[in-house]
């Protein structure tokens, strides 16, 4: 993406771009809760407001190759490094690399006057030095080469960690590596779940279209849009108010359809928030029966309850608990979308490939094996739990099913025989995406069900 922009010093999108890398590199905070605190304050116009995303998300997304060329281009300790000098870098370094259409002089000189605000003549002089240097240098500079060391090699040039490509790279080779690290080096497209209820999918796409929103059906699911080309708000149609449709990743599906909830059924969403799929299991029980959708995060639940509201679905019904604690009579089906590393979804969470550890999926598995055992005490004999994570790490995933069902042979898995299900069915009865064959978030899902 290239974005035309003008220098406004005291409130440009490049000075609040720089405060909320600098607010990333001092907390563990999710980058885009800082963004949106940032933009609520902010009164940029809208293209500004545009720059402000494209050099906030650009700049974490590259973050492993901008600071590959910076620990090139700077003589000293580069891990020590005040948060802010390293963000006017960053920042600076990835509109020099990436954004063609805002002129380098520009670039250089607000960056310059930045770090002088920040730390006087000497941050100045550091940062016209590393970026102008860059700009006489990056034709030249030499990128590790993948037949030395593929690891580093894919790792700085597709800006990941090198923990995280050597995984991949023993389950899915080079090349398929590479090219999941391109899709999620891209712009994540935004998906639509048309509310069947209140619309057919070709009326939305008719009505996105007359609106000049570019738009297309997914290929797997016919309720579910791809946005080509948004170049407006979708929370501000007044469709998506009225709850004709929601925003939601295609993924989704796979482990709703396969929990495939019937009219009169007590399903059970034990880690429901924010509450997308909870809402999608009444949509396709007609609003009958009931979801009870458990969640501990109460601000995460509050946008459920919005949902709940917007799209006018009454058959769920909210719980603030913490799932290994919750108690119930036994149910006839449960979603369990467990908490995880989250690593199938790096394209639109550009942060957490930087926030998370190989020590993390170990940590997180262990949860993830209590929550499946809790909830196996919640169904009743002859009802299904559907496991479902976001993350494509097998200790995650098979790892903690196989174990499952060591400990609880009164479990089997099943199969689903829906022809929409089975792009994703491998031969041992999971369900898997890989975003950069399929298009969508990387997931993983298995129906277990009670003997």
Not at 59 to 82: E, V
Not at 102 to 118: F, G
């Amino acid at each position: 993406m290239s974005v035309k922009h003008s220098i406004e010093p005291k409130h440009s999108a490049r000075k609040l771009a720089v405060q909320v890398v600098t607010k990333f590199h001092r907390s563990k905070k999710r980058i885009d809760r800082i963004l949106d605190q940032v933009l609520e304050k902010s009164h940029l116009s809208s293209k500004d407001k545009a720059l402000l995303n494209e050099l906030v998300n650009g700049t974490i997304r590259w973050l492993g190759l901008l600071d590959w060329y910076l620990k090139y281009l700077f003589y000293g300790k580069f891990k020590k490094l005040p948060a802010q000098l390293k963000a006017i870098l960053e920042t600076g370094l990835y509109q020099l690399k990436f954004l063609d259409k805002i002129p380098s002089y520009a670039i250089v000189n607000e960056a310059v006057e930045l770090a002088k605000a920040a730390g006087g003549k000497t941050w100045g002089n550091i940062v016209n030095g590393i970026l102008r240097q860059f700009l006489r240098v990056k034709d030249s500079l030499k990128l590790p080469y993948l037949h030395e060391d593929p690891v580093k090699t894919i790792a700085v040039n597709y800006s990941h960690p090198e923990w995280l490509i050597k995984r991949w790279i023993s389950r899915y080779g080079i090349e398929e590596t590479i090219k999941l690290c391109i899709f999620n080096n891209q712009p994540a497209a935004i998906t639509l779940r048309v509310n069947l209820q209140k619309a057919l999918p070709e009326e939305v796409l008719e009505h996105l279209q007359k609106t000049g929103i570019e738009a297309e059906p997914s290929r797997y699911f016919p309720d579910f849009i791809i946005i080509k080309k948004p170049h407006k708000e979708i929370t501000q149609l007044p469709w998506f108010r009225q709850g004709v449709f929601t925003i939601q990743d295609v993924s989704t599906a796979i482990s709703c359809l396969l929990l495939n909830p019937s009219e009169s059924e007590i399903v059970l969403d034990l880690c429901a928030a924010p509450g997308g799929k909870s809402i999608y299991l009444a949509q396709l029980m007609k609003d009958s029966g009931v979801v009870i959708a458990v969640d501990i995060n109460k601000s995460r639940m509050n946008k459920l309850l919005e949902n709940l509201n917007r799209l006018q679905v009454k058959s769920v019904k909210p719980v603030i608990a913490d799932a290994l604690k919750f108690l119930c009579k036994p149910v006839d089906k449960i979603l369990l979308d467990v908490p995880c590393s989250g690593l199938g979804v790096l394209a639109k969470r550009v942060d957490l490939r930087w926030r998370r550890t190989e020590q993390d999926i170990l940590n997180i598995a262990r949860l993830q094996f209590k929550i499946l055992k809790k909830a196996s005490e919640l169904i009743k004999p002859g009802g299904s739990i559907v496991y479902s994570t976001c993350t494509i790490e097998p200790e995650e995933n098979e790892q903690i099913i196989e174990k499952f069902l060591q400990e609880r042979p009164a479990f089997r898995i099943e199969r689903s025989n829906m022809e929409s299900l089975k792009p994703f069915e491998h031969p041992q009865g999971y369900y898997y995406t890989l975003p950069h064959i399929h298009q969508m978030d990387g997931i993983f899902a298995v129906k277990l069900v009670k003997k």
